[in-house]
């Protein structure tokens, strides 16, 4: 799965970053924002945040991201993109 989160700068110019798919201890999925330096988790909340200034999430597997996020299946925000 590829998955990356856009959001706009001031002057509205396009930014990507990568996301990534990792694993709690229990098995339940979550999302990473993957940094130069480390990654942090990607919190639900966040993406609410974020969404609402006009952010979106790129993905291969919307179905995974809305997992991991805990969203209703064709939730806002998450857009479907080939490989």
Avoid: C, Q
Wanted: avoid cysteine; glycine fraction near 8%.
């Amino acid at each position: 799965m590829k998955a990356r989160l856009i959001v706009f700068n001031k002057k509205g110019e396009k930014k990507a970053h990568h996301l990534s798919l990792h694993h709690k201890i229990s098995g339940a999925p979550e999302l990473k924002l993957v940094m130069a330096t480390n990654t942090e988790y990607f919190e639900p909340w966040l993406f609410y945040f974020l969404r609402e200034h006009g952010a979106f999430i790129e993905t291969t597997d919307p179905a995974v991201v809305e997992e991991a996020l805990n969203l209703p299946k064709g939730d806002e925000g998450i857009v479907k993109v080939k490989g």
